[in-house]
C-alpha cells in the first residue's frame, strides 16, 4: 500500500506544490522524481507514474513547475527549458532532504517533454544516480524541422515567438493560444488529441490548456540531444516507433555516455501517458532499471 502526501518546496524563491507518493512504513526508500509532458500539470500523467513507482517501493514526487498548475510563479504557463531544469534540481533538494528518503539513492523519470528535462539537470546533477525516459520527446533543430514543418514554418513561429516576448516585456501581456485545438490554426498542436480534449482522459479542470506565444523560442532553440554524451548515469528508454519522434531517442540513444538500455515497444504516444498495457509497461521497466541500479 501508498499513500500521498501533499508537499511545497521553494524553487528560485517560488513555491512549488507536488505530491509525495510513498510505501507505507517507508524510512529509507530510494527516491524518484516524476516529471511529465511539456505545458502538463501533475495530475496530467505525473502522479500516475509516481504513485506506479510508489506501488514498486520507490518514495516518488511528481510536482507542477514554475507557474503551472497549483504552483505559485508569474507569468503563467510560460514553457521555460531552462526554468523547468531548475525546478527539477530544487525537487531533487526536496525529496533528497525527506525522512523518507535515502539521500544516496535519488533517481530522474521523465515523460514525453521532460526527458529533456530531466536529462539536462542529471547532465549536472550527480545526486541522480538513475534515469528513466518513457516515450521520451528529444529535439534539437533538426528534429524541430521535421516535426514542425521545415525550416521556414520553424523561423516563422520562433519570430511570432520573439514578437510575444518583446511585448510581454513591453507591457506585462501574456499572448496565450490553446495548447490543443482542432478548429484554432495557432495552437502549439493543431489536431484533434483525444488524451487533451477528453475530460475523461487529460481534459480536466486543472490543465488550462494555453500555451504562451513567447515560449516557442526557446522550445525550438532547445538541444537535448547535445546532452547525451555528458550523461554518464545508467539511463533506460521506453519508446515506440508509433510514438514521438523515436529517431530523437535512438539519436540521444547512442550519444549517451553511460550505461545504457532501450524497450522499444507498441503503442502511440498518448497511449503512454494513461492507458494500458502501455503504462504498466513502462511503469514496469522503469521500477526494474531503477532497481538494478540505485543499490
Not at 22 to 39: E, F, K, M, Q
Not at 178 to 192: L, N
Amino acid at each position: 500500500m501508498t499513500h500521498r502526501e501533499k508537499v511545497t518546496f521553494a524553487s528560485d524563491g517560488v513555491t512549488l506544490t507536488g505530491n509525495l507518493f510513498l510505501p507505507d512504513g517507508a524510512t529509507s526508500a530510494p527516491g524518484v522524481v516524476v516529471a511529465g509532458t511539456w505545458t502538463s500539470v501533475k495530475e496530467l500523467m505525473a502522479d500516475r507514474y509516481a504513485e506506479r513507482l510508489a506501488d514498486r517501493g520507490y518514495a516518488a514526487l511528481s510536482f507542477d513547475f514554475t507557474g503551472f498548475g497549483e504552483s505559485a510563479g508569474e507569468p503563467r504557463d510560460v514553457e521555460s527549458p531552462a526554468q523547468k531544469v531548475r525546478d527539477i534540481h530544487h525537487a531533487l533538494t526536496f525529496l533528497a532532504g525527506h525522512s523518507a528518503v535515502d539521500a544516496d539513492r535519488l533517481g530522474a523519470l521523465g515523460i514525453c517533454a521532460a526527458a529533456m528535462y530531466m536529462s539536462a539537470n542529471a547532465a549536472d546533477d550527480p545526486r541522480v544516480k538513475s534515469l528513466a525516459l518513457v516515450a521520451p520527446w528529444l529535439h534539437d533543430a533538426a528534429i524541430c524541422e521535421s516535426a514542425y514543418g521545415g525550416a521556414e514554418a520553424v523561423a516563422q513561429k520562433i519570430k511570432v515567438g520573439e514578437e510575444a516576448r518583446a511585448t510581454f516585456e513591453a507591457t506585462g501581456e501574456v499572448e496565450y493560444v490553446p495548447v490543443v485545438s482542432t478548429t484554432d490554426p495557432r495552437a502549439a498542436m493543431p489536431y484533434d488529441i483525444d488524451f487533451y480534449l477528453n475530460p475523461e482522459r487529460g481534459g480536466i479542470a486543472a490543465w488550462p490548456n494555453r500555451f504562451a506565444v513567447m515560449a516557442w523560442s526557446d522550445w525550438l532553440t532547445y538541444d537535448s540531444i547535445v546532452l547525451a554524451p555528458r550523461i554518464t548515469q545508467p539511463t533506460l528508454i521506453v519508446h515506440s516507433e508509433d510514438a514521438a519522434i523515436p529517431e530523437g531517442a535512438r539519436r540521444f540513444h547512442e550519444g549517451l555516455a553511460g550505461a545504457k538500455d532501450v524497450l522499444w515497444t507498441q503503442g502511440t504516444q498518448f497511449d503512454f501517458y494513461d492507458q494500458e498495457p502501455q503504462v504498466t509497461v513502462a511503469a514496469d521497466a522503469v521500477a526494474a532499471h531503477l532497481g538494478s541500479t540505485l543499490r
